[in-house]
């Protein structure tokens, strides 16, 4: 059997100090609570999409992180299809959010991003020093994302208009957990896509990445 290896053999030609994560925006959003989620969802949504691309014209790389819905036999195109096809209440969400095909994804097992391993692969092969959070939903994927993402030392922004939740105010006490805590910036999206637009593209060279020392995790 081949051992893991880190070595991406060149399938993730990108390198960018900013990467941004979209957490669970292929949703089919039919859970219970969802009252007050399903109504605004779609908005935030168009945010989501704004940010994305502000990313993409600055050279940021984007990454869907996705669940799989019980789904252990599927690919991501085929949750897509899922959440689609068979008409769920996030159909509009996933048709307005469809990854491109210079997009990344990856399917996690559990909440946080960082369940899986080919995620810290990715985001060590990119050299990202800051992760943008976008998502739903906001007080479990998003959150459990966020800490993770500070234990291994990468800045945080959370656009406090582009996260969801099952209800306003679980979302409000997630963005000030995540502000106060964890050091995130949660200023609206049209401020973050202002800096963005701003952004020189940052792309470096093998050699520039090879002499960065590996990110450590806080303890």
Known sequence: MASESNDLHGMVPDSNDTVLLL???INHLDFPGN???LP???EIGKR???LKEAAHKAGIPVVYVNDNFGRWTSDFHNVIEYVINENKPGKPLAQLLQPGPDDYFVLKPKHSAFYCTPLDILLNHLDAETIILAGFAGNICVL?????AYMRNLKLIVPSDCIGSNTVEENNICLEQMHKLLKADIRPSDEIIKEINQMPKNEKTEAQRAQKPKKVMKK
Not at 144 to 148: E, G, L, M, R, Y
Request: charged share 35%.
């Open 40 to 42: 605004i969802a779609e």
């Open 35 to 37: 009252e007050e989620l």
């Open 144 to 148: 459990f994302t966020a800490n993770d």
């Open 23 to 25: 957490i669970d925006v």
């Open 48 to 50: 989501i999409a704004k």
